[in-house]
């Protein structure tokens, strides 16, 4: 009897241990699967990606996609025919003896876009070139599914059927409000589904001069990778690429109102939300850490406030992003551009770069990271 009885007891003891391992095999997957944590259905996957570019679009703003798809968004599966942006134009930023990143001088930034001005005018610029680089790039449009109607979802899923590129958010309600939310949702399932090694994130009002984008991050990424060396063991520095400001007061309402932004008299400095570049490991560190960062309104004064603390990114400002509410008066060297409507957009294409424009009130700065936030933007382009 009581060897029965110890026979029963090891038969129970196997039993539960196995039921346990699988049950939490089940939770375990459960954890980690997008779908179930961030309602996204699974994505096919499109390994070694360069560049993912990010749109976050309105449920109903079909036009505006399509007119993105008709324009630069072509230019996704064509190769880049420029020649390479020179790396010797390429900054590269260095830790100081206190272990931060030395920030780049207002001078440096200056004399960064006459270079690239006069390369723009280069003969070299506007001769064919014989090899083609094949960048591999992927778009996607963000779009929030909660509470639409049936005949908006059946739009979506038609649309989705002909062109495989929306990223259709199941657990989120698309409004203002939740737009940081849309951003960590995106960010998820994009860590989750892609190898990529950078992303830059769009509004659908915003054109992108993509092959002159591709072209100088491709020449900054290889130059960095040469470079990887030299910096030791301090952490190799990580791109957060867009035009910055550090004198935004906080607003105190409309829909840009926030309740809880308590850290300083401004916004700690972001990059504007019309278009920025993010390296993947910040991409990585903002979703990791999603449960402990406070959401803000703004997604872009979030990814500003959340970078801050890290002592190893490298915030390039760049004049060539016109990626604020309005746009700034409109310049050849401009690559980003925001709140460009279908027409604009289809003009731009076809080489009419500031057609709509009209004379703007914004004076386009250099950043003066090396004074205090209302001093940050008093360097003017001129």
């Known amino acids: 009897m009581r060897r029965l009885n110890n026979l029963l007891t090891l038969f129970t003891a196997i039993t539960a241990f196995f039921f346990g391992s699988f049950i939490t095999k089940i939770l375990s997957s459960v954890d980690q699967c997008p779908a179930h944590r961030r309602g996204v259905p699974d994505l ?7 560049l993912m570019v990010l749109v976050l679009s309105a449920p109903r703003s079909a036009e505006q996609r399509n007119a993105m798809r008709r324009t630069w968004l072509k230019n996704v599966r064509q190769p880049i025919q420029q020649p390479y942006y020179p790396e010797e134009q390429i900054y590269l930023p260095t830790y100081g003896t206190s272990g931060v990143l030395q920030v780049e001088l207002v001078a ?8 690239y001005i006069e390369w723009q005018k280069s003969p070299l610029t506007r001769i ?7 960048i591999k790039v992927k778009h996607l449009f963000a779009i929030g599914t909660v509470k639409i109607s049936s005949s908006l979802e059946a739009e979506l899923l038609s649309e989705q059927n002909q062109h495989k590129d929306l990223l259709m958010l199941q657990h989120h309600h698309d409004t203002y409000d939740n ?3 849309k951003l960590l949702q995106a960010l998820d399932a994009l860590i989750d589904n892609y190898e990529f090694s950078y992303i830059i994130k769009v509004d659908d009002d915003t054109y992108v001069k993509l092959d002159s984008l591709i072209n100088e991050l491709v020449s900054y990424d290889r130059k960095l990778l040469r470079k990887m060396s030299e910096y030791g063991r ?6 957060y690429w867009g035009y910055f400001n550090g004198r935004a007061k906080i607003k105190g309402k409309g829909h840009w109102k926030e309740s809880n932004y308590y850290l300083s008299k401004n916004y700690l400095p972001y990059a504007l ?7 993947r490991k910040l991409c990585e560190y903002i979703v990791n850490s999603s449960q402990l960062l406070t959401p803000y309104v703004s997604e872009d004064v979030s990814v500003g406030t959340w970078l801050t603390p890290l002592r190893h990114v490298y915030r390039w400002h760049d004049p060539r992003f016109d990626t604020g509410y309005m ?3 409109c310049q050849p060297y401009h690559i980003v551009l925001h709140k460009r409507n279908l027409e604009m957009m289809t003009d731009i294409y076809d080489g009419k770069l500031c057609s709509g424009t009209v004379s703007s009130s914004l004076s386009e700065y250099y950043y003066d990271w090396t004074r205090t936030a209302d001093k940050c933007c008093d360097s003017l382009v001129v």
């Open 234 to 239: 301090d952490p190799i520095p990580q791109l």
């Open 179 to 181: 737009l940081t939310d």
């Open 273 to 279: 939300g019309g278009g920025y570049v993010l390296s």
């Open 108 to 115: 440096h930034q200056a004399n960064r876009l006459r270079q």
């Open 128 to 134: 064919p070139q014989l090899t083609k680089r094949e």
């Open 327 to 329: 746009p700034r008066k």
């Open 44 to 50: 096919k996957s499109h390994p070694n990606l360069f």
